[in-house]
């Protein structure tokens, strides 16, 4: 019996020492991880555009190549539509510290004059640290080469597509139909949650700019676009863009009617999204409880960063998939999941009844 615990132990004790390493290879190889994995993902959501243009007699490289133009036109289009609100918002950051300034002055005195004359609050100058630019400049430029290389893995990826399942056949001992079901699946997971993601925000980003542009908002279009990307990280993104643009539309505008009318309409968008446009365009592919959608956010984002705390909703998707096909993991797949038990026992229920009422019309 002690010889049996012992080995549990060395089990969970090696499982814990995998689990570190894996964490640390992951955050010292972020450089090649990071677009590595984008282009993994982008490649399966692009390969339906390759492999049509393919079957339709182009050479695969040219496919490929058309397919990278086609999508870096779009968002070359959209970043140029974009520009001119970019350069306008720039030209108007020091008007809006200065409102920053000077309401934030008002704000201290009056809380100063509740509390009374002893009490004592930072200088707001302290707020703006110089440093800050520079880590901002840095994160940028790293972003940047992780978009040049990105392309480079998208292209590579389709290209050499049969040798990875070659590869991954050749490496299966359970045969090859399990591994093309992986595939498949897996394939499935990343190409219904981008391309549906992908729509959502476009949804999102119309509606956002229409309400914006009747609210006044000066650089609606720039903000709505904003408001969508951020809506790619659920919880934080959604929390954290609103309150930037709450805080935006408060310093420049005089009446306190405009910033909660946009936080009402932020928060009746979002319900909007939630509620009814993501159900219907994403529906439950990734189908990842809230629960571990947050943990994976959270992981991502100490791993990743911005990238991570996108990337590892879908990778929690196609942790999964792994799980529920080793029947040892299997327990674990479950508990990713967002199938309660009850819910599971109806959908079982209807699903032999249908099997039930086939099997009777066969006969």
Same mark, same amino acid.
């Given at each position: 019996?002690?010889? $049996?615990?012992?080995?549990?132990? &060395? ?15 992951? +955050? ?11 282009? #993994?993902?982008?490649?399966?959501? $692009? ?13 695969? #490289? +040219? ?20 520009? =001119? &609100? ?59 080469? $992780? ?22 056949? %050749?490496?299966?001992? =359970? ?15 990343? &190409? ?56 935006y539309v408060l310093l420049t505008t005089d009446s306190m009617f405009y910033p909660l009318a946009t936080l009402f309409m932020l928060w009746l968008i979002q319900f909007v999204e939630n509620n009814f446009i993501t159900p219907v365009v994403v ?25 991570? +705390? ?9 942790l999964k998939i792994t799980f529920e096909r080793i029947p040892s993991l299997a327990p674990f797949g479950y508990l990713l999941g967002d199938i309660y038990p009850v819910i599971e026992k109806r959908e079982n229920f209807y699903k032999k009844l249908? %099997? %039930?009422?086939?099997? &009777?019309?066969?006969?």
């Open positions: 019996m002690d010889s $049996l615990r012992i080995l549990h132990l &060395q089990k969970a004790a090696y499982s814990l020492i995998i689990f570190v390493l894996v964490i640390w290879i992951m +955050m010292a190889g972020s450089v090649i991880l990071i677009p590595l994995v984008w282009g #993994a993902f982008f490649a399966f959501a $692009l390969y339906p555009i390759s492999n049509w243009l393919e079957e339709r007699g182009f050479p695969r #490289a +040219m496919a490929i190549l058309l397919t990278l133009i086609f999508v870096t036109f779009l968002a070359v289009f959209v970043f140029y539509s974009l520009t =001119d &609100q970019v350069i306008g918002l720039i030209k108007d950051i020091p008007n809006i510290k200065a409102s920053f300034y000077r309401k934030m002055n008002i704000y201290i005195e009056d809380v100063g004059e509740f509390l009374g004359p002893d009490s004592d609050f930072p200088l707001t100058s302290d707020l703006m640290n110089p440093k800050n630019l520079e880590v901002a400049l840095f994160e940028t430029g790293r972003s940047l080469v $992780l978009l040049g290389v990105m392309p480079l893995f998208i292209f590579l990826m389709l290209y050499y597509k049969d040798f990875f399942s070659e590869f991954l056949r %050749k490496l299966s001992k =359970d045969g090859e139909p399990k591994v093309l079901s992986f595939i498949e699946d897996s394939g499935k997971v990343i &190409q219904s949650y981008l391309l549906g993601m992908l729509l959502v925000t476009i949804i999102v980003s119309i509606i956002s700019g229409v309400t914006f542009y009747f609210l006044g908002i000066k650089y609606y279009l720039l903000f709505a676009v904003f408001i969508a990307v951020m809506n790619l990280i659920p919880y934080v993104g959604v929390i954290f863009s609103s309150l930037l643009l709450v805080f529906g439950g592919k990734v189908r990842v409880n809230a629960f571990a959608v947050i943990l994976a956010i959270l992981i991502g984002g100490f791993i990743w960063g911005v990238s991570g +705390m996108i990337l590892f909703i879908p990778l929690a998707g196609l249908i %099997k %039930k009422i086939k099997n &009777q019309r066969n006969k």
